[in-house]
């Protein structure tokens, strides 16, 4: 995946809790509640009418995969948009508040829609591209395991991306 095309800008991370998980006491998971994102625009035309282009839904799923297969891992940072606030204290409460062995399992994409979209010019031998403010509602399944058993704890999530596409010449 090339991490340049992709970077998250926010990952609002709702988790359920569970009686069994509510027992468990040496790290606990609790709701990470995002930043507000403010994006700006940096003088690029905004796509509208016969020049948008609805993000595939398919795209987003194997971008969503590649965030989760590093989540909980220090690789996870390089997903942070620079715009995210607090990234590195996210990071380190990652390190301290979740289990080391969890991992976060993608069940669904139930939901994409696309915010804002615009061209970014070719410059400096780079092509030109499509960029696009994505929101996708995520089921997920955080799953660990905890002295009394493994542990499932479905939750939904909603993850801001940006996706930066290669436009042809």
């Known amino acids: 995946m090339n991490n340049d095309a992709f970077k998250v800008i926010l990952a609002a991370l709702v988790l359920s809790s569970s009686a069994a998980y509510a027992g468990h006491g040496s790290r606990e998971v609790e709701a990470i509640i995002g930043p507000h994102v403010h994006h700006h625009d940096h003088g690029h035309d905004h796509a509208s009418g016969p ?9 987003v799923t194997q971008q969503v995969e590649g965030l989760l297969s590093r989540w909980n891992t220090p690789e996870m940072q390089q997903d942070l948009a620079e715009s995210f606030r607090d990234g590195q204290r996210l990071m380190e409460s990652m390190d301290v508040v979740v289990p080391r062995d969890a991992t976060l399992r993608l069940l669904s994409v139930q ?19 499509r960029v696009s403010i994505v929101s996708a509602t995520v089921s997920t399944q955080l799953e660990y395991q905890s002295p009394s058993g493994f542990i499932r704890l479905p939750g939904v999530n909603e993850f801001v991306l940006e996706i930066s596409e290669e436009l042809a010449p």
């Open 51 to 59: 020049d948008y282009q609805p993000v595939p839904v398919a795209l």
């Open 111 to 129: 939901g994409v829609q696309t915010l804002k979209q615009f061209k970014r010019p070719a410059e400096n031998g780079e092509p030109a591209r």
